[in-house]
């Protein structure tokens, strides 16, 4: 990340992509350098971290969720445990893909998003002058039974294979709007792409190699994120 943020619009950028903004097209400057370090390393440790502690205690609270995500890591990664993976393994673990999304809909490590307008709008109804501010809270919207099928279950196929059955109809036209793990638009999460791939490196890495029990019950607090505040497992190796 610090080589592409040094290397940016300089004779040896290897993005071949160029903004369109003139002053976008000059070098980051140092601080702008260590500004965007710091962004990376704040919005992307927690929300990573908190992320796996909620995907394993909610693997461990539903083990028929858990062997399903076991046979979908033996069937595409295979029984050598010592063998790297490839990315094109990471893209083909859809089911890991869905649970991670149904964790992240039961707790989400980011519950809301914030937007300034930058003009008078009318929101609901109401009409708003430029500078409102607006929290968008996305957790209540993914739990609301008018956009999810039985929204307090927790059930990964909601994500899964969804246009071969007609199970989750409500999330098949909804989902789009209102599961916005990442956010939208611009200021999309611009570390979504490292975030998935993390994640879908370390459930196969613990999960292929071993047992967890729970020690404790789930702790976890809501601030600015949600965060894990206590979570005692037992790791024992894989029986198989
Ligand atoms: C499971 C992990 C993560 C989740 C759920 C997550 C979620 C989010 C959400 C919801 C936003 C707000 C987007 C919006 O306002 O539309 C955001 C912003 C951001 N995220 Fe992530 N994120 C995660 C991991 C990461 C990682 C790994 C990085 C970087 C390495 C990162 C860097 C950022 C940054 C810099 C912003 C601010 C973007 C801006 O305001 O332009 N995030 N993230």
């Known amino acids: 990340m610090l ?13 071949v992509e160029r903004h369109v903004d003139a002053d976008l097209l000059r070098p980051m400057t140092d601080k702008e350098i260590c500004g965007n370090l710091l962004d990376a390393m704040v919005a992307g440790t927690d929300t ?4 796996l502690c909620f995907v394993i205690y909610f693997l461990e609270k539903n083990p028929e969720v858990k062997q399903k995500l076991r046979q979908e890591f033996d069937s595409i990664l295979g029984n050598d ?5 490839t990315l094109k393994n990471i893209e083909e ?8 999304k149904e964790v992240f809909r039961h707790i989400p490590v980011a519950f809301s998003l914030g937007r300034l307008s930058i003009e008078n709008d009318m929101v609901g109804g109401y009409n708003w002058p430029k500078g409102t501010q607006f929290q968008i809270h996305t957790s209540a919207l993914m739990m609301r039974d008018d956009y999810w099928t039985d929204p307090e279950k927790f059930d990964p196929d909601r994500f899964y294979k969804v246009e071969e059955s007609d199970k989750y109809l409500l999330e098949k036209q909804h989902a789009k709007n209102s599961f916005m793990m990442w956010g939208g638009g611009i200021r ?3 570390g979504r792409k490292l975030a998935i791939t993390e994640l879908k490196c370390l459930i196969p890495l613990i999960y292929r190699k071993y047992d967890l029990e729970l020690r404790s019950p789930l702790e976890y607090k809501s601030e600015i994120l949600t965060s894990c ?12």
């Open 81 to 85: 445990l010592t063998k790297p993976m």
């Open 3 to 15: 080589t592409s943020f040094i290397t940016a619009n300089t004779p040896r950028d290897i993005n």
């Open 229 to 240: 505040e206590k979570l005692l497992v037992k790791v024992k190796p894989r029986k198989f």
């Open 93 to 100: 673990l859809k089911y890991c893909d869905a649970v991670i």
């Open 48 to 51: 990573t971290a908190n992320m």
């Open 188 to 190: 999309i999460c611009p």
